[in-house]
């Protein structure tokens, strides 16, 4: 192979390594009182969901917000598919604005590829389409919230968006905190959520 012809294909390859790092996914960080959790948002695979995400953190809905929820061995019925996670969100600090939002547009994991394993972040929700500023993050791998899963009635999993890059130990110490029927007590404060 002639060098010149070397040279231009690793001229493009690093030229279009520059660029894929350019455009890199957005990062955010989600700042509570036991320290910061980071997260990748996969706007690539998930936009829809992702992208309201980023809405909320650029309104400010999440200031003085909390993480309220955990999910645990201890706090489920024995007869029920478990699952392990933290939840956050507006539901206490903002009931009337989270009322008020509109539904998301359900996008599934056979759709984005995005699984609920240990670290993802996914938005709760009822019925599909009613995902709003309540999200979770997983302490282990639950294939159950994924489509086809067994932790939700219709089968249409959670819409999975995104994966702590950094703070998995302050996820689970937020996990470990004292709760009773599944409310933390107290609830864990998010100052807030802002880009990276």
Not at 62 to 91: C, E, H, T
Not at 122 to 149: H, K, L, Q
């Amino acid at each position: 192979m002639p060098i010149r012809l070397i040279i231009f294909i690793l001229t493009i390859f690093v030229c279009s390594c520059k660029e894929e790092t350019k455009k890199g996914l957005p990062h955010v960080i989600i700042e509570t009182g036991y320290g910061d959790i980071e997260i990748e948002l996969y706007t690539d695979r998930a936009p829809l969901t992702a992208n309201a995400f980023l809405s909320y953190i650029d309104s400010g809905f999440y200031d003085q917000s909390n993480f309220y929820r955990v999910l645990s061995m201890y706090n489920q019925p024995s007869n029920a598919p478990k699952a392990f996670l933290i939840q956050g969100g507006i539901w206490k600090s903002n009931n009337a604005l989270a009322q008020r939002l509109q539904g998301i547009p359900h996008e599934p994991t056979n759709k984005t590829g995005i699984l609920h394993k240990e670290g993802t972040i996914s938005m709760a929700r009822n019925e599909p389409g009613s995902a709003g500023p309540e999200f979770f993050i997983m302490v282990e791998d639950e294939t159950g919230f994924d489509y086809g899963g067994e932790n939700i009635e219709d089968g249409l999993g959670f819409a999975a968006f995104g994966s702590v890059v950094r703070g998995m130990p302050i996820v689970r110490k937020i996990h470990n905190l004292k709760e009773i029927n599944h409310y933390l007590d107290p609830p864990v404060f998010i100052k807030t959520i802002r880009r990276k």
